[in-house]
């Protein structure tokens, strides 16, 4: 089966660093993403992973490890408006059925 | 360029009703994804169309159906409503299938509730 773990809520205070960790065990793998969701919005793309190691893109960055079946995204000087759910999605190589499983989603809170 | 639109913004049903929701993908986009989202839970995928033809589903009902044009935007039909059915159905349109890494931009859902 698919399964994708990922913290159901994590606080962290503004101007701070916060990982947010995902395991995975899934059919196959081709590719993670992780993506930003505010409360009754879209979900919005941060990343892509498709190789071991570090993706730096501003404030936000994301690791991944193929071996140990584990990413992170890690984000930086943390803004009040980081304050959403953030998906960890991984794309597996049962193309015919589901090709992108998502975990539950972490919702981060930033506080003052 | 245009993003993903979705179609209503929010409806109410009861149960045993039938549904259409409606996607129009983003401007040179082929490919649109369907995706449930129960409340406080991750989207789970329903199917995917690739130039108008069903390419992949996930662990849903046969009431679960759908379509794409010739201009790719696309309908999601749910028959036979249950009270499970209410979620938030998120459309995701790409260029080339879901399946190889390619970015899905989301539209911004339709809050379906089946009473």
């Known amino acids: 089966g698919q399964n994708i773990d990922q913290p159901t809520e994590m606080t962290a205070t503004e101007g701070a660093i916060v990982q947010i960790n995902c395991t995975y065990q899934?059919?196959?793998?081709?590719?993670l993403f992780w993506y930003q969701q505010h409360a009754g919005e879209a979900p919005t793309f941060l990343s892509y992973n498709v190789l071991d190691g570090l993706e730096e893109k501003g404030r936000f960055s994301s690791f991944l490890s193929r071996s140990k079946g584990y990413s992170y995204l890690l984000l930086k000087e943390l803004q009040m408006k980081d304050s959403a759910s953030y998906l960890c999605?991984?794309?597996?190589?049962?193309?015919?059925?589901?090709?992108?499983?998502f975990g539950k989603g972490t919702r981060l809170s930033v506080i003052a | 360029e245009t993003g993903v639109t979705q179609s209503p913004t929010h409806l109410i049903k009861t149960r045993g009703q039938q549904v259409t929701l409606r996607c129009s993908s983003q401007s040179g986009h082929n490919t649109v994804s369907w995706y449930q989202q129960a409340l406080g839970q991750g989207p789970q995928f329903i199917f995917q169309y690739y130039r108008e033809e069903e390419n992949g589903r996930g662990n849903f009902p046969p009431r679960f159906s759908g379509l794409q044009f010739p201009n790719y935007s696309s309908e999601l039909n749910v028959n036979a409503l249950e009270l499970d059915d209410s979620a938030l159905y998120l459309c995701?349109?790409?260029?080339?299938?879901?399946?190889?890494?390619?970015?899905?931009?989301f539209g911004p859902g339709t809050r379906l509730t089946v009473l």
């Open positions: 995701a349109s790409s260029l080339g299938l879901a399946g190889v890494g390619n970015e899905q931009f």
């Open positions: 999605a991984v794309i597996t190589t049962d193309s015919g059925n589901t090709p992108l499983v």
């Open positions: 899934t059919s196959g793998f081709n590719g």
